[in-house]
């Protein structure tokens, strides 16, 4: 967390050193998350959201960068149903993660209309977990069921999932901005695999698993 919080402070540090040239905007959205990955079988997509503040620089031409901070949310559903599987019990559950999120994109704006832009947006991400659960419940049959509600991060040693804190992945975006008004999809594809553990033999190992969300976003720009 150290770490990311030096990665803010010299982000912003950058932009104040030419802040004639910088703008900045407030965007928030919602839409789903799933996981990537050979060991994502038995997940499903779940709701997620994103909200934060974002600033733009101008460079050159059509040419920009964008960067900003963003409180984001990932995870999972998860159901498995125990008429179409082996296992003896119905059970269900979610897994969710919280994230603090700076992107930093490179832009290319171009004019759609009078006083109306597309910017695209493609570049890295770095994220840092900030919190999360991990819910399960297992159906016994006749009414009743055990539930188990554990923190997402932090080791599995301390009663945690196991999760790495630390995310890292491709930033991908199509926005539109009519006057002040903007408007479009802001998707997130990770390249780190967070999910860690360890087996039977006392070994550790990493799951193939990756974060992939997107969300339908609006903002405003000052």
């Not at 125990?82 to 059970?91: G, M």
């Not at 603090?100 to 004019?111: D, F, K, R």
């Not at 999360?132 to 297992?138: D, E, M, N, Q, Y």
């Not at 967070?194 to 903002?219: A, C, L, M, P, W």
Request: charge should be neutral; hydrophobic fraction near 40%.
């Amino acid at each position: 967390m150290k770490r990311f919080l030096i990665v803010i402070i010299s982000t912003l540090s950058l932009f104040c050193a030419g802040a004639q040239d910088v703008t900045f905007f407030v965007k928030g959205g919602i839409g789903g998350s799933s996981w990537n990955g050979s060991d994502s079988f038995g997940t499903d997509p779940k709701f997620s959201y994103r909200l934060g503040v974002g600033l733009d620089k101008h460079i050159k031409y059509v040419w920009g960068f964008q960067t900003g901070l963003y409180f984001t949310t990932a995870g999972v559903s998860m159901e498995a149903d125990s008429h179409k599987t082996a296992l003896d019990n119905d059970i269900n559950g979610k897994i969710d993660q919280l994230y603090l999120e700076i992107p930093l994109m490179a832009t290319i704006t171009a004019p759609i209309g009078k006083k109306a832009n597309i910017i695209i947006g493609f570049g890295p991400y770095l994220a840092a977990g900030v919190g999360g659960k991990c819910t399960a419940s297992v159906d016994l049959g006749g009414g009743h069921s055990v539930s188990e509600d554990i923190n997402t991060f932090g080791s599995m040693s301390d009663g945690n999932l196991g999760f790495k804190r630390f995310d890292a992945g491709l930033a991908l975006n199509l926005n539109f901005e009519i006057k002040r008004i903007i408007f479009g999809l802001d998707t997130r594809f990770g390249c780190f695999k967070f999910s860690r553990g360890t087996d039977t033999y006392g070994e550790t190992y990493t799951d193939k698993i990756r974060n992939y969300t997107g969300q339908f976003v609006v903002g405003y720009r000052f």
